[in-house]
Structures are given as C-alpha cells and as structure tokens.
C-alpha cells in the first residue's frame, strides 16, 4: 500500500510497498522519448531495446527492494484509436480536439513508476537528466498508462497541463492542492479523489486551482477547451459527505445572530460559509455568512440585514453550506476569460460526491453565444469565438442518454458561474442534494432535450439572467440566460423535492423546443409516446414529463413555466406536475403557454395575501387540454386564467382570489370547461380585493379573435358547472344573450360580413343557425354575485358538421360546398355558389336545422416585409452558419403573421455570388409566401456579403463590466488559495 508522503516529509523512497512486484517500475513511452534504432536514451548510454535499468540511488528503498532487477515494459502510445467515435463526426473532433491539448510527445515528465508524485523515483524527466526531477513550472506532465501515481502535496507550481492515461489518486488524510491550466483525463485514465469507502478525512482538503496563465492560446487551443479539469476517461470524487441545505423551524428576522434549523445538519461546522435565501421577488436580500458557532440545530452568525419572512406559517426559507473538501476552483475568477471549468465527455463513469465546483465557467449568459468558426483549412477564423458555449461549471457532456449505468454527482456545491451550474447535456446523469449559488443564467440544465436522468433534492439560489427575452436567441440554439433556477429542455428527467429561490425568470421551466436534437425511442419509458412514429426518436416536445413532484419555488419572477409542451404530440400521453408549491412571486405561480395534456395537480401558489395582485395560473391563447385537480391559490387578482382551447378540468381545491376561475371566449373548434363539486372558494377582506368585486367564476367575452377566423366565435364553447348550488347548470357569457348584438353598426371589424351587422344573437340564430360559443342562452337564467355570467340549463347543440371544400378559396365562381356529419360521410351540395371577397354565409337546412358555413373569398396575394431592425448583411466567413431571414407577412385573410425562414449554410454556398456597380457583392435569397387561400408572393432578397459584418448572426458581444464575485467566492478563493490558511 502506498504510504502519503506528508508536507515537509523528507523523501527517502518510491512509497512502494515492499510486497509490490517487480515490474512496477515502468518503463517511458518509447515515442516520447528520443530514440535510435527503438534505443532509449536518458542523458545515459543507449539500453537494450525495451529494457530499463534503475537508475535510483543505490541507497533507497527501491534498490533495497528490486535488486536492479530489469523490467520489460510495453510500449502503449498506440493503444488510442485513431478513429475515436466513428459513427459520430461531433464527438471524434471533440475528442482529438481535447487530446490535442496534451500530446504525449510534448510531455515534459512522465510517471515511469508506480509512487507518490512527491517521489523522484516516480519520474522521468524527458527534457532534463532523466530520472529524479519533480514536476515543475509549466511542466506538461503525464501520468502513464499502467503506472498509479498518489498525489501528495500542497503544491503552489502551477503546471501547464497533467494528462492521465494510467491512474491518479489523491492522498485522503493530508491537505493536498494542484495547480494547473489543462487537467486531462484521457479516456483509459483514472482520477481518484478518495473512494466510497475512504472518503477524502473531513479535517483535510483537496484542491484543484485551474491556474491563471494569461490569456488562453488559441493557437494551442482554438477551441477554447483548455483552462479546466476534462475528463473523457473515469472520474471518482468522494469528499466528506454534508448536508446541503435545510429548511428553518421558523422565519429569521432583521438583527437575528442565530438561526434555528428545522434539522441537525451533518458535518457543519464553524467556518463553513452558508447562504440563507432571501424572499423578496424584486431585490437581492440572500444573506452569506461565515459560521461563527454550531451546537446542534443552532448555528450563530453575523447579524442579519435583512427580515426573511413566509406569508403563511407553513412554509420556510432555507440556508445552504456550500462549503467541501474536495474542490475544483479557478486562481482568477475575476476575469471572465480566465477562469476555468469542469467537463466530464463522453463518459458515463463519473462519480462525484461531495465535492465544491467555485469561480468556474467561462460561457458568460449576459452574452449571446459566439462560437469560434474555422475556414476551409481548419484554421480559426479571427474575430469568432468570443464567448463559446459549454464552458461550464460542472458541466456532464454527451455522454450518451442511452448509457446503461448514469454518471451521479451528489451532495456538491456550485458557487459562482457567468453561465449555468450543473449541467446535464446530451447524457444519463444523477444529481442529488447539490447546491448552487449565485449564476447569471442557470442553475441546473438540460442542454439539448434528449437528454435523462435525475434532479433530485437540489436548491438553486439567485440568478442574475441577460434581461433578453426568452426566445430571442433561439436562432443560435442560446437558451436558459433569463435567470433561472431550472432550465428542462425536454421531459426525460425525474424531478422531485427541489427548491429554487431569487431568480429574475421562471425558477423552473420547461422548454420543450429543440433544434439540435430528438428523443431517442428507445430511451422512452412508454413506447405507445412514439405511437405513429417510424423513426429511431421523436420531437423532444412530444415526450411527457417522466415526473415532476413536491418541488418549491419562491421570491422570482414565475415558479414554473412550460412552453411548447405536447402541442403536437400524436399520442394520449399526459404530463403531471405534482405537489408544486410557489410563493412571493412577481408575476405567476405558473405560466402553460402553448401547452396540452398537463395536469396540475395538488399545485399551491400563495399570491400577496394583503392586496391581490398577478395571476396563479396562467396562459397564452394556444393553451389546450389542462386538467387542474386539488389546486391551491390564494391571494392573487386572477387564481385560474382558463386555457381558451380544447378540455378543462377543474376538481377539489381551494381558490381565494378576485377571479378565481377567471373563462375567456374560446378560440378553437370546440372547448369545455368542466367545474367540480368539491372546490372550496374563500371571500377576502376589501383591502386584500383591493376594493373589487370577488367572483368564483368570471365570463369574459373577447371579440379579438385570433388571424380574423369569424368561425371560432360560433363554435360551441362549454362551460358547466358541478357546484352542489349549480350542479348540472351551464353558464354562459353576458354575451349569449338573445338580445344581446354582438356585432353592432359602430365598432365592430371591418373583416365581419354585412349579414351580421346591428342584429342580435336570436335573429341571427333564427336566420343562421350560428351564434356567440355556439348557443343562445335560455331564456330563463339565474345570476349570482360571485358569478359573472347567466346560469342557466344545459344547451342543445345541433351535430357537428367539418367543412371539407376550402375553408379559404381562391375560386370565387361556381364554388361548391362539401361538408361531413358526425358519421363523417362527405356530402356534395348540389348548388354552385359565387363568392365575394371576405366572409361568405352559406346557409342550408341540414336534419330540420339551419346551418351556416363560413367560407373566406381571397383573390389578393400577402406581401412581405422585411424585419428592418435584421439587416440583410452576412460576412462571408459565417456562411457555414447559415442566414435566417425574418419579418411579416400582411395578407387581407388573417391581417398581420411573423414569418422566418432558415437558409442552411449548404443552402447558401450553392448561390452564385453577384456583384453590384459599387462593388459590393451579394447573394440572391429566393422564397415564396403563401397565404391560406393559395395566393403566393416570389420575394427576393438581395443578401450584401460584407467582411466587415459580425461573423456572428445576433451581432457583436455586448461590452460587459466584470461581474461582480459575491463575498462567499472571496473566502472560499481565501481559503483554498491561501497556503498558510488551508486548513
């Protein structure tokens, strides 16, 4: 067994043990060394080939052990595959790109023995005398394949890159500390940081300091991969185990000195910095604090600044220790370009627990990406690569979502990264319990959608966010820079018993939209999700959140948000988001916008309970299909705003806010809304209502109807109530009527055909057979002051017809009408009719009731405006990245639509580059838009090629100031950079 060689340690030996067997004294790698005839030479006369003599002092131990004994050793420098991950282009230029960085024939010692790194006799010098000399400054050292070194010293050398092919292990019982610029794992070495059953001692520390060498060479390095510790290889980490965070047993107040937690914590102890949340939603009132005292569940600090209060008793703020012993941290996070980061590719046999990832990350979020490009010849091309993606702080990378076994981190801490925290992209990944403090866009992240896994037991305390707007750098694939707790770019994660707090943006969202990537099927715990599906992976949002339970967020922006969720799915598969709480939000306690099949069930959000304000659920008007079971809101001015589209349901609860069920005008084909028997409504006091009147159901008509479809507006709009008071009842907007005119003389669209005008809903039923949701409110109704409609019997709807001739037609002589029944039996009106421009009534009597269908004449081809505020200018050396051309198409049929198109860098290559009598040169862009009746536009764009054009296509880097590093990444940087105050 090796014995650590402690600091101050006089070495007198390899640290071998005396049972070790002969040959582990290894030879060096014969081509890294210079060589004639396969001879080798050490500063000593050429040997036998592939035979080494000890060359040590007579006197040590491993004379004493070996007897001179010579070793035939293996030559493993061609063990690397020359072609590293065939079938994947993107992985192989990722992996030759990082072992490029640390070549072995630029090696400057090398293990040739198994030993401490404190030992000699452990090294080969290859630029010096041979054999003896430990690594120095700026040293490129390699840790050879088959050789086990033990790293055993508090170093302040900073080396210039370690690559591990064999094994390196960190001593476990005294301070150790590395400093270096490029830390490789290549992927057959090992890195050991302590074991599951010889955690690193919980009175020692292991360091790593990704060290400050200037500026990173990007002629060494283009892809700006260096400056961190990369592991393509396996990577075990297991510190002291800690408790992350813990609830108090009750809310701190300003000028407190001790806290009072709900819970022991494990292993806090005097010193170890802690933050405590905040629970303002506009400032930043998280306190960071230096443990003073601990004795058992109290821990004594500095007095607080701030009050930490709860709107109701049963919730909690939180402290987190983000303190470890085993840490990754950057000398110089001051500066953005200098700090380092984590990476762990291509791998899944990463363990880490227990570990402190601070100061580290360098893809800055307050930024757009700009990655570097390369011209034809590979080389970089000068002006790109400003602010490269995937330089993270912990950060797992494509390390396959199909692995069998998950790579796991738990119980580690984050402090302080311009980008996002930890980060699962493109691979199966664990984390639990961990701890992340103070990033700019996420915490915790999945990167491309595909990815699974487990988000477990995590707090993500303040972001700061970009302050752009979330999608508007989608085109760049730049997602999750709002400030954000949880960023999901697709559903494939277990997520459960998290806590986000003091984020600018939706603490968790789901973002279910990707351009980079699909979900493989295989990977699906339901195959029926992939029904319809023929290929290998289906769209990321076309996969039901595997689960989301009992996880809490507080003082942000939104608690949780879902976009472009199931909207498309082609399979009956609901997302459930279970036992969510949200609290002192500025905004809403959740925001679906175009979502469906998602069920919100025992969801709480706990508005401003002394005057309402903001919305508890909220949507857009794609909205579809939600289910709302044993939703709890109180305090806000509306509780549930009704999606507009498909099926709602609404079943037990308890709502107090000024609309509680707050229903507007459908905007779909045919929507219902469904209103249990068990919801329990609340009354708040004036001053909460702020002075409004209180409604359990709001009806709300809106004649703002979506691209000028009339049609919507007469399509059956259900909303029946199961209140015991009203049970079988149906309530109808104000607007339902029979005298009611929905569309009087003056003020109503000019798109609404003149049929229609001054006449109200009974004359147009009786002449029509259409009216406002479809039905004319009976006669006979009732009217309760908490409801804010008509009550009133269940209408009878007359069968659906669908339209099949063209809803929007181009044909306006002789245009024949071609409907289907419910038994979906086409049938072919006998009579042609002309149409004129707009809205035409064809009207029938179909099974003993007037019918009326609604067809749109359209003889006007849309016209199509550019964005002017995107220049049509592209620098040629981004033409590989391709040209989205964006603006709006007008068209007579549905007013006003964004229009962007996507030309593939392939696309643009094949063009013919013109040039104009200036000069100047461009490129001809063709396309064509369409409006519904089938009338087009050719448009033609002249795109200026110009090498003075950002190579980037959002522009140039803003010109940033340096953020600013909190006090809780000053002491840690003080402690673990310190060598006379490690402890």
Known sequence: MVTPTRIGDRVTGTGIDSDSKPDGLRQPDLDLIDQTDRHVWLGMEPLEPRVLMSTVDPGSALTDHHDHTPVIVEDHHDDEPTDPHPDDPDKQDEHLALLSLVEHEDATHRSINDGAWSSTSTWADVTGDGIGDLPTTDANVLIHADTTVLFDLLSSTTLRTI????????????????????????????????????????????????????EIDTDWDPHQLSRGLISHGTTN?????????????????????????AETPVNWQAGDRIVLTGTHNR???????????ISGNQITVDALKYHHLTPVDDLSVYVANVTRNVVVISENPFENGRRGHAMFMHSPDVEIHNAGFYGLGRTDKRNHIDDPLFDDDGELIEGSGQNVRGRYAAHFHRNSPGSEDPAVITGSA??????????????????????????????????????????????????????????????????????????FQGGGIEVVDNVAAGHPDAAFIYFTRSAVAEFDVANLPDAEWAHGITGESIPVGSVPILKFENNEAFASHTGLETWFHLLNAKHDGESVFDGFTAWNMRSRAAFIPYTNQTALTNFRGVGNLDKASGTGIGRNNVTRNIDFFNVNLEG??????????????????????????????????????????????????DRQSRGQQQYDVFMQASFNIKDRDLTRLFNPDIVRLGLIKY?????????????????????????????????????IWNEYGIAIGGAVAPSIVETDARINGLIGDPADYPPNLQLRSRKYTNRLEGYRLVYSGEDGVKIRDTERVDLREGWNL??????????????????????????????????PLAMKKGFTVRGVVLDDSFG?????????????????????????????????????????TEVQLELTLDENAPLNPLGKQKNLPPRQISPTLEALLQRYLDIDSTV
């Open 163 to 214: 690559r591990v092919d064999g094994t390196l292990d960190f001593a476990t019982d005294i301070n150790t500390r590395v400093m270096v610029d490029t830390f490789v794992v290549s992927p057959i070495g090992t890195l050991n940081i302590g074991s599951e059953s010889n955690p690193v001692a919980a009175d020692v520390n292991a360091v790593i300091v990704i060290a400050d060498r200037g």
């Open 237 to 261: 980490i297991y510190g002291t185990a800690k408790t992350g965070f813990v609830a108090l047993a009750e809310a701190p107040r300003r000028g407190d000195t001790v806290l009072e937690l």
């Open 414 to 487: 984050v402090v302080d990264s311009p980008g996002w925290g930890f980060v699962n992209h493109d691979s199966y990944v664990i984390m639990e319990d961990n701890v992340s403090f103070d990033v700019v866009g996420a915490h915790f992240v999945t990167e491309d959608g595909n990815e699974r896994g487990v988000f477990r037991g995590n707090i993500a305390i303040r972001s700061e966010g970009s302050g752009d707007g979330l999608e508007s750098r989608e085109e760049i694939h730049d997602l999750g820079h709002g400030g954000h707790g949880f960023w």
């Open 896 to 936: 006003v639509k964004k229009f962007k198109k996507k030309f593939k860098g392939s696309d643009l290559a094949k063009l013919e580059v013109q040039t104009r009598a200036d000069g100047s040169q461009f490129i001809l862009l063709e396309f064509r838009v369409k409006d519904r009746a089938g009338n087009f």
């Open 842 to 875: 064809i009207t029938r009597e179909i099974d003993g009731h007037t019918r009326t269908f609604m067809v749109y004449g359209d003889v006007t081809a849309p016209e199509f405006v550019a964005d002017p505020e995107r220049p049509l200018v592209l620098n």
């Open 727 to 763: 049970a079988g009842k149906q309530v109808y907007y104000h607007e339902q009527a029979g005298n009611f005119v929905p569309f009087p003389a003056d003020g109503s669209a000019d798109y609404v055909p003149d049929e229609l005008i001054g006449k109200d809903n009974a004359t």
């Open 636 to 685: 806000w001015k509306v509780g549930i705003d009704v999606p507009r589209n498909g099926i709602t349901n609404i079943e037990g609860g308890y709502l107090n806010n000024v609309k509680n069920i707050s229903i507007t005008t459908s905007r779909s084909d045919h929507r219902e809304v469904h209103i249990g028997s068990e919801i329990e409504f609340g009354t708040m006091t």
């Open 283 to 293: 400032k930043n009132q998280n306190e960071e604090f230096e443990i003073l005292s």
